[in-house]
Each structure stands twice: as structure tokens, then as C-alpha cells.
């Protein structure tokens, strides 16, 4: 699914090509897609992302909205009167620049017309007035867990899966820490890791991993840079641990159990260390459990004994079965 990266990387890419154009014509080739919109003879103001949809906006105040849901993509051709209708294309935009198709075989994606009036409040943006004091209100003591939080697009817009994945890693958090149980310095992590990581695979205009291409057809570069996401049981290149895989909502989840303790694990093996001091040894490692001293006064005593002292110390060695 084309998440921020990809969206902001074809909206920057449309903009370059048909801000200033006027639209000719609008096809409609599934109807799935409802009637189409009467935009004949508008002329193109600019072109934006907003979260993980592409904005088209008109002259009049109106905007396009496309979203590409699953398998969306839209592919451009300079020449406006190009008879190549591409597989999977559902819609066509002929302009004085030249004609666009929005390609899809899932048949996800949407359009609808848009007027200023109904443009809603939005969540944060990663791109824009991103910090940890303001995510961390957005969360609340929401019971879900963190890779939830950041892919829910009423909470942040345009993350999915793969920056998820890369985000927590870099951040070092466990994907399923629930967002109630995050210390103001996770949420920093998070904060300071989101907007580079974002902005890097924008530079690299997004990642393909399966069938992301941009406006012009070619694929991405920023899989390149993946540290966990699709990398199951290669090597993490922080610790040198191996990546996991786990399933979470329904969807795969990559990080490295290592350097993304979560708070559970790390709180359990504190909990051990600090126990284990009063522990004897032999208990610690759990080994000797048939063979064991007890105070020969009460069996029902569990104090430490000195095995070196025992049989003169009031304990004996007794063995259980
Ligand atoms: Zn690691």
C-alpha cells in the first residue's frame, strides 16, 4: 500500500507536470468509481498530498481527491492524445499537458470531489508540526499497542506497515508496547525518528517491495535502506541479532527482538536480577530441585543455606522424589 512517501513522492511529481494545465477530459473506465466529476475546461491550481491522499486542486476551489488504497498508482504520459490505455487503469484525466491514468487491479481506490467547506480537522502530519508532546496527547491512555497507534490514520496521517516497522526499530521500541505504558523519552525516539525516515524515502522516491512505481513508472529505491521491514532472519545492523517476524492486527510485523525490548521484558528481567541476590545459586539456575537442604527444625523453611555448612548448621540434606 503506497504510504506517505510514495503519495508525497507522486504528488510532488504531478505537480511538476500539470499545475498550470487545463483539463480536457475525465473517463470514468470502471464504474465502481461513480459518474464523473464535471471538471471539463478547469484549470489545475497545484497538486498536494494530504495523509495518504492526492489532492487535484481547481481553480474554482474544488479539489480531486484520489485515494490509491491497496494497489492503486497513477502513471503519466506527456502525450495528451497517447492511445496506450494501461492494464488496470479505471480512470483517465486528459489535460492540455498530457493524460494520466489511475491504475489499480484491486479496485480500492476512490475518487470524489472535494470543496473547501469540506475539508475536516487532520491529525498530525510526520512533514509538518511533528513532536513527542503532541503525539503523546493524541495517544491518551489508549490501551493499544504503539505500531497501531502510528498506522491508524485518525491518530497520524500517511504511515503504514513498512515506515511503522522502520520507525519503531530506529526508535527502539517493541512494535506491541501499548501506547498508555510509553515514557516521554519513547515518545521522543519516536518523534525524532519518524520525519527523517520519511524524508529519506521520499528522496528515494519511496519503497517497492512488490508493485509500487512512481508517475513515470519506475520503481522506488528506499527497500534499499530497509533495516527490518520484509528482512525476516537477516541480520539486524544494530546489534547483529535476527530480525523477526510476528503477525499484529493481522498484518506482519518486523523488528529485532533485541534492541526493541519491551517494557514487560525489560521490568521482568529486572525484576529477576534484583530477586535472583537473595536466591541461592543452585535455585537460581534452577537445577538440583530433587536434592535440596532443608532446616531440619521446619520443613516448611526456605532459608538460605550454606552448603558448605550444612550438617552443621541445623540443615540437612534430604532428596525429594
Ligand atoms: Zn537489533
Given at each position: 500500500m503506497p504510504e506517505l512517501p510514495e503519495v508525497e513522492t507522486v504528488c510532488r511529481q504531478l505537480n511538476e507536470v500539470i499545475a498550470g494545465a487545463q483539463i480536457k477530459e475525465v473517463r470514468i473506465l470502471?464504474?465502481?468509481?461513480g459518474p464523473a466529476p464535471e471538471v471539463e475546461g478547469r484549470g489545475v491550481v497545484s497538486v498536494a498530498r494530504c495523509g495518504k491522499s492526492i489532492g487535484i486542486k481547481l481553480d474554482d476551489n474544488r479539489t480531486m481527491r484520489i485515494h490509491l488504497r491497496m494497489t492503486g498508482r497513477l502513471f503519466w504520459q506527456?502525450?495528451?492524445?497517447?492511445a496506450y490505455t494501461p492494464d488496470y487503469s479505471r480512470l483517465t484525466i486528459i489535460s492540455t499537458a498530457g493524460r494520466l491514468d489511475c491504475l489499480d487491479p484491486r479496485r480500492f481506490a476512490t475518487l470524489r470531489m472535494e470543496d473547501e467547506a469540506s475539508v475536516s480537522a487532520l491529525p498530525p502530519?510526520?512533514?509538518?508540526?511533528?513532536n513527542a508532546t503532541r503525539l503523546r496527547k493524541v495517544a491518551?491512555?489508549?490501551?493499544?499497542s504503539v505500531k497501531s497507534f502510528l498506522m491508524d490514520q485518525r491518530f497520524i496521517s500517511g504511515i503504514g506497515n513498512i515506515y511503522a516497522c522502520e520507525i519503531l526499530h530506529d526508535a527502539g521500541i517493541?512494535?506491541?508496547?501499548k501506547v498508555a505504558d510509553l515514557s516521554s523519552a519513547q515518545w521522543r525516539q519516536i518523534a525524532k525518528a519518524t520525519t527523517p525516515i520519511l524524508r529519506k524515502a521520499i528522496a528515494c522516491r519511496g519503497t517497492t517491495v512488490s508493485d509500487w512505481r512512481d508517475l513515470f513508472g519506475r520503481p522506488g529505491e528506499y527497500q534499499q535502506f530497509l533495516?527490518?521491514?520484509?528482512?525476516?532472519?537477516?541480520?539486524?545492523?544494530?546489534?547483529?541479532s535476527k530480525v523477526k517476524r510476528v503477525k499484529q492486527g493481522g498484518r506482519g510485523t518486523y523488528y529485532c527482538p533485541s534492541c526493541q525490548k519491551g517494557l514487560k521484558n525489560i521490568k521482568r528481567s529486572k525484576i529477576n536480577n534484583e530477586a535472583g541476590k537473595n536466591i541461592p545459586h543452585r535455585r537460581q539456575k534452577g537445577i538440583n530441585r530433587a536434592a535440596t537442604t532443608i532446616c531440619r527444625h521446619d520443613p516448611g523453611c526456605r532459608k538460605n543455606i550454606d552448603w558448605s555448612k550444612a550438617g552443621t548448621s541445623g540443615g540437612e540434606r534430604i532428596t525429594r522424589r
Open positions: 470502471d464504474a465502481k468509481l506527456d502525450d495528451a492524445e497517447s502530519d510526520p512533514l509538518e508540526d511533528f491518551g491512555s489508549r490501551k493499544i517493541d512494535p506491541s508496547e533495516k527490518v521491514y520484509a528482512r525476516e532472519d537477516s541480520l539486524c545492523p544494530r546489534c547483529h
